[in-house]
């Protein structure tokens, strides 16, 4: 039994800011205390289920969050950059389910914790075959690929709305209720840390329940970035057909060609200033 774990930061609570989110800010080690202690809260919870591997993805900003000494010495860690499979690299590995724990809802969504789709500064939306894709969703489908089901979300609350919407009956822990994009009542990390660790050990003990999330493929990839000049750059990689001034399509027969696809107009973008 193997249990894959997926950690961003924006979902955790007591986070609801850029900056307790950006390494070099003073309010960052406190938060990344608050993130390692969810997610030792879930590896606690996985191996009291039954787990007997744990990999952990350290799946925010620069990737190299997670303090290893720190976490529970159960589980493996992969940290840094590149990885292709970006915030699930390690689930084409053979897991049995996958956790998405610190997660945030989809750029636009309103009263939701720095809501973003992996780059709150290039990406103003992006639909996989016409649906709209938050991280979790994206993330899904590249788990679905790989035959690992979803058995865990937390983040704040329109966080579990969308996880809710996207793989009904999903087990999830609300972390905090966004008043508006960087504003929250947060619940008590303790009992937050609580529910997360009986609920990972619940997943596990019930996998049938878990959600195995099947994008039908080809993928037509619809991208609207922040500017013209980030879709004149993705213009650049063949096969992208410019739509408008900001939107581009990609049709791709495959999920992992979609995501890397994905994450190379993003690497782009990133060479532009904001
Ligand atoms: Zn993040």
């Known amino acids: 039994m193997k ?19 950006t390494e070099t800010h003073p309010e960052y080690p406190p938060a990344v205390e608050l993130l390692c202690k969810e997610v030792n809260a879930a590896v606690d919870g996985a191996m009291a289920g039954g787990a007997k ?50 997660y945030h809802a989809a750029v636009g ?19 996989w075959n016409g649906q709209t894709m938050s991280e979790a969703a994206l993330n899904a489908a590249v788990c679905g690929h790989f035959q690992v089901p979803v058995g865990l979300v937390s983040g704040d609350q329109e966080t579990i709305r969308q996880a809710q919407a996207l793989f009904p009956g999903i087990v999830t822990i609300s972390t905090k209720q966004g008043v508006s994009r960087f504003a ?17 050990k619940w997943a596990v003990e019930h996998l049938d329940q878990a959600c195995l999330f099947c994008m039908k493929t080809p993928v037509e990839m619809e991208v609207t970035f922040t500017d013209t000049a980030r879709a004149d750059l993705a213009g650049l990689v063949p096969g992208t057909i410019r739509q408008d001034g900001r939107s581009v399509v990609y049709q791709t ?17 990133r060479s532009l200033p904001a």
């Open 53 to 102: 591997e744990i990999l952990i993805n350290d799946s925010h900003g620069s990737m190299r969050n997670l303090p290893i000494e720190k976490l529970n010495p159960c589980a493996s860690l992969i940290q840094g950059n590149l990885k292709p499979l970006s915030m699930v690299q390690g689930v084409e590995q053979g897991h049995d389910l996958a956790f998405f724990l610190g």
């Open 184 to 200: 929250a009542c947060h619940r008590h990390p303790v009992l937050v840390r609580e529910e997360i660790r009986q609920k990972a």
């Open 109 to 127: 969504s309103p009263a939701a914790i720095c809501d973003h789709s992996y780059s709150s500064r290039s990406l103003f939306q992006v639909k």
């Open 253 to 269: 027969p495959g999920i992992v060609a979609a995501f890397s696809v994905l994450q190379v107009y993003l690497l782009m973008a």
């Open 3 to 21: 249990v894959f774990i997926s950690a961003d930061m924006e979902g955790v609570a007591g986070v609801s800011s850029w900056e307790q989110v």
